[in-house]
T-cell receptor
Framework: QKEVEQNSGPLSVPEGAIASLNCTYS??????FFWYRQYSGKSPELIMF????GDKEDGRFTAQLNKASQYVSLLIRDSQPSDSATYLC???????????FGRGTSLIVHP | NAGVTQTPKFQVLKTGQSMTLQCAQD?????MYWYRQDPGMGLRLIYY???????DKGEVPNGYNVSRLNKREFSLRLESAAPSQTSVYFC???????????FGPGTRLTVL
């Protein structure tokens, strides 16, 4: 069973701070990594994906991948109350397109 | 471009009743998926269809059946609903270019 682990939180940060969300995975063959955001009562929506080791930036979001240590993280700079949501890490097993989802980390950004 | 649509949005069933959840996508994606989401359990894959005409079991297929009616539509059927099937059900489709999944709005099902 492929595993994707996330701290369930909640992670509480003040407005304007950097929020750091982490995810570890068990399958060393995994090649692609996804972060989805899910507001309460809504469906997941893609924030970012990353394939290569290192950092990938998109606006206030940065995904960081370290395949040797088998973790992927999401940094949210200048956090806003509208960023308050659950963040899901998704990792397809190597050679498949079937992602395993972590249980999600709840983020609360307070004014 | 509606993306992924699901019907119904809400449903209440009695134990033993049957129903079909409908899903359609207009993005010309080959792959489609059915998940259930329970509090504290994350998203768990029920069934998926890699392409029109094929379906495969996921992590939690017991009590469910699926039909890939055509490239656009993928339905999920509960033949004899049980209280353990109370959940939120999401349908998703996947783009082949980036492997990103696009989710429908979900169906909130309660089985009494």
């Amino acid at each position: 069973q492929k595993e994707v682990e996330q701290n369930s939180g909640p992670l509480s940060v003040p407005e304007g701070a950097i929020a750091s969300l982490n995810c570890t995975y068990s399958d060393r063959g995994s090649q692609s990594f996804f972060w989805y955001r899910q507001y309460s009562g809504k469906s997941p929506e893609l924030i970012m994906f990353i394939y290569s080791n290192g950092d990938k930036e998109d606006g206030r979001f940065t995904a960081q991948l370290n395949k040797a240590s088998q973790y992927v993280s999401l940094l949210i700079r200048d956090s806003q109350p509208s960023d308050s949501a659950t963040y899901l890490c998704a990792v397809p097993s190597g050679g498949s397109y079937i992602p395993t989802f972590g249980r999600g980390t709840s983020l609360i950004v307070h004014p | 471009n509606a993306g992924v649509t699901q019907t119904p949005k809400f449903q209440v069933l009695k134990t033993g009743q049957s129903m079909t959840l409908q899903c359609a996508q207009d993005m010309n994606h080959n792959s489609m998926y059915w998940y259930r989401q329970d509090p504290g359990m994350g998203l768990r894959l029920i069934y998926y269809s890699a392409s029109e005409g094929t379906t495969d079991k996921g992590e939690v297929p017991n009590g469910y059946n699926v039909s890939r009616l055509n490239k656009r539509e993928f339905s999920l059927r509960l033949e004899s609903a049980a209280p353990s099937q109370t959940s939120v059900y999401f349908c998703a489709s996947r783009t082949g270019s980036t492997d990103t999944q696009y989710f429908g709005p979900g169906t909130r099902l309660t089985v009494l």
